[in-house]
């Protein structure tokens, strides 16, 4: 009877090979999804705006040109910028990074004193803020505006992060094994070194690529506190775009009128997006093995 039954329950429900197909169907139409528009944005910028428009660039690029590449690469800030953005995101995802190891280690100690206090501290500043003025006022009195450090200081610890790295240490790092290394007569800052960091290697690599993509896309951080000077590439991109909006006087001057600087107009809009987004693309797959193991077990509640 039971057999006959696990039959029928078997029969009645669906096959593994059909659930497998029905599960590889949606992943790959989630993947049509997500990466069609991207790829869109690539084929448009080889391509003639006007057939853009037209609808002729679906899948392959339709008018090829090259003119938007060349447009934005024979401006000079685009170097600067880009070495700007590589300083700026790396300087900022290690100090990041530290800052929420930092902080997040002594609050995954059950034995902290003042643990619950700090907790919601942190908590605190996630829902409540000064907001932009009192926040600009507070840079320019410390006297960080025009500096860099404008950029890191402000928002050094990102407290969700933090949150997701407390967990992480409270639920994947054994306390038995800190408290065998504190046996063997290693410090405090010996064990957070030797023991805690190797081991904290998956989430490392999440909170490295949130930092990244962070600070690789943050223009508006350094538009407030910059003041023009070394602007990143997202920021020299803006004021290419800016620059090259069409006008009665520019258009003046550009062979072809207002339709030639309208062409060029679109035309920078998909190349500048293509060429902000291709090095964090190439980043991305050296962390990728980590990333989702990292996610997923220091988003486990504590």
């Known amino acids: 009877m039971s057999t006959s039954a696990a039959t029928k329950k078997k029969s009645a429900g669906l096959s593994d ?34 057939e853009v428009y037209a609808g002729k660039t679906f899948l392959l690029p339709s008018g090829f040109t090259l003119d938007g590449y060349k447009a934005v690469f024979a401006e000079k800030s685009i170097v600067s910028g880009f070495f700007n953005s590589v300083k700026y ?29 700090l907790s919601i501290f942190f908590l605190f500043t996630m829902y409540f803020g000064g907001g932009l003025v009192p926040t600009y006022l507070v840079v320019k009195q410390t006297g960080l505006v025009g500096s860099m450090w404008a950029l890191f200081l402000p928002g050094g610890v990102g407290v969700g992060n933090m949150i997701i790295v407390r967990n992480y240490f409270q639920n994947s790092i054994p306390r038995d094994l800190i408290e065998a290394s504190s046996i063997d007569g290693c410090s405090k800052l010996r064990t957070f070194i030797s023991v805690v960091i190797p081991l904290s290697m998956p989430i490392l690599a999440v909170m490295v690529v949130f930092s990244m993509v962070a600070y690789w896309n943050d223009w508006f951080t350094a538009l407030i506190y910059l003041g ?70 220091g988003a486990v509640k504590g």
């Not at 029905?22 to 084929?43: F, G, R, T």
């Not at 997040?104 to 100690?109: I, K």
């Open 228 to 297: 023009g000077k070394g602007s990143p590439l997202p920021l020299v991109m803006r004021n290419i775009l800016i620059r090259s909006s069409a006008s009665a006087s520019q258009a003046s001057t550009i062979s072809g009128g207002y339709a030639e600087l309208n062409k060029l107009t679109e035309l920078l809009k998909f190349c500048s997006m293509i060429v902000a987004a291709v090095p964090m693309l190439v980043v991305y797959p050296f962390v990728q093995k980590h990333f989702e193991k990292g996610f997923m077990a």
């Open 17 to 50: 090979k059909t659930s497998d197909f029905i599960l590889v169907a949606i992943c790959l139409l989630v993947l049509v999804i997500v990466a069609y528009p991207l790829y869109y944005v690539l084929i448009a910028s080889f391509s003639d705006p006007y």
């Open 89 to 117: 995101t790396v300087i900022g995802t290690i100090f990041s990074v530290a800052m929420l190891y930092i902080t997040a280690y002594p609050l995954a100690q059950k034995d902290l004193p003042g643990r619950k206090f």
